[in-house]
């Protein structure tokens, strides 16, 4: 997968960026990637969005930075000009995704019916902007479009917020959740830029899904002689007899260990093993003693 298209998928989130004064961009950006979310979708519904991606891409180098609402091949070359890693367009553009294809950066055109898949796939493409997504079924209707397009991954934009953007982002075929709620256009508004990197925050919270499994009372018994009143019910009974470190279940750990070596933290296997049909990953935490921490993917629905 190119490199763009990788960091995207693990960051999970697209924040749609709408800024009609281009000196908010850099505030913004540190505002996003403080929160933990280093990407934008810069929509070309503001006019002067050339400018915020160049100065985004200038400021912020290894944000990943794209550009939205593109409707025509000069929207792609002004966006391309200015540095777009990737291009998204709200509908199925076969011009612009041809034009960006020959330039070599990633298209993520909007479809939501199997017509626009079909078309989309016979372009080459496999990671589509799912829009207007919850107009359109939202996951139920992304479900029901997975059967019959096995390799397409889909990025819903439009009614994504911190309710459901965990269900999204547990399903396998959901590339990345785009929208608005992390960076709401009120908030850039009042320039509240505390308020976007808490949102940012929450969705990162959201995204990753960190739950204790109860495994984690064994532990403790096992530190400090203790057993803890309530112990939470996880998926993860198996590995109850051999507790050693703590474990915790994540909606997905591509994402989880992306956002943990991002805090510095090392992660020791990041092949990501398989156990007894169960995939995890260990990760050392590097305090005074080192521990380690067992991370396990959720059971995810198909
Ligand atoms: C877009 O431009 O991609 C959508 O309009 C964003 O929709 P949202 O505001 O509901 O997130």
Redesign the pocket.
């Known amino acids: 997968m190119n490199q763009t298209m990788e960091k995207l998928n693990q960051i999970g989130m697209i924040p749609?960026v709408?800024l009609e004064d281009i000196s908010k961009a850099l505030p913004l950006a540190r505002a996003l990637t403080a929160g933990g979310i280093p990407a934008a979708?810069v929509?070309f519904?503001a006019s002067g969005a050339e400018k915020v991606i160049a100065q985004l891409r200038e400021s912020f180098p290894d944000m990943v930075v794209g550009a939205?609402?593109v409707l025509n091949i000069r929207q792609a070359v002004q966006a391309i000009d200015a540095g777009a890693l990737y291009i998204?367009s709200?509908g199925l553009n076969p011009e612009i995704v041809s034009f960006c294809q020959e330039k070599n950066i990633p298209v993520i055109p909007?479809c939501a019916t199997p017509t626009e898949l079909e078309r989309a796939v016979s372009l080459g493409v496999n990671v589509v902007?799912f829009?207007?997504?919850?107009q359109n079924g939202g996951l139920a209707g992304i479900k029901a479009l997975c059967g019959p397009y096995d390799g397409v991954r889909f990025i819903p934009?439009?009614?994504?917020?911190l309710r459901n953007l965990s269900d999204y982002l547990s399903h396998p075929r959901i590339f990345a959740c785009?929208?608005?709620?992390m960076a709401?256009?009120e908030l850039i508004e009042k320039n509240d830029w505390d308020g976007i990197a808490a949102l940012c925050r929450s969705a990162v919270d959201e995204t990753l899904g960190i739950t204790p499994c109860g495994s984690l009372s064994l532990l403790l018994e096992q530190l400090i002689g203790v057993t803890p009143a309530s112990e939470d019910q996880t998926p993860c009974d198996h590995y109850e007899k051999e507790v050693s470190c703590l474990q915790i279940t994540v909606n997905s750990l591509p994402r989880a260990c992306y956002w943990l070596k991002q805090k510095g933290i090392e992660v020791l296997d990041p092949a990501l093993e398989e156990d007894a049909g169960v995939s995890h990953a260990s990760v050392l935490i590097k305090g005074v003693p080192p521990f380690s921490i067992r991370l396990i993917q959720k059971q995810r629905g198909a």
């Open positions: 749609v709408k979708e929509t519904r939205g609402t998204v709200p909007g902007k829009f207007p997504a919850e934009t439009g009614g994504v917020n785009g929208g608005t709620f709401p256009p």
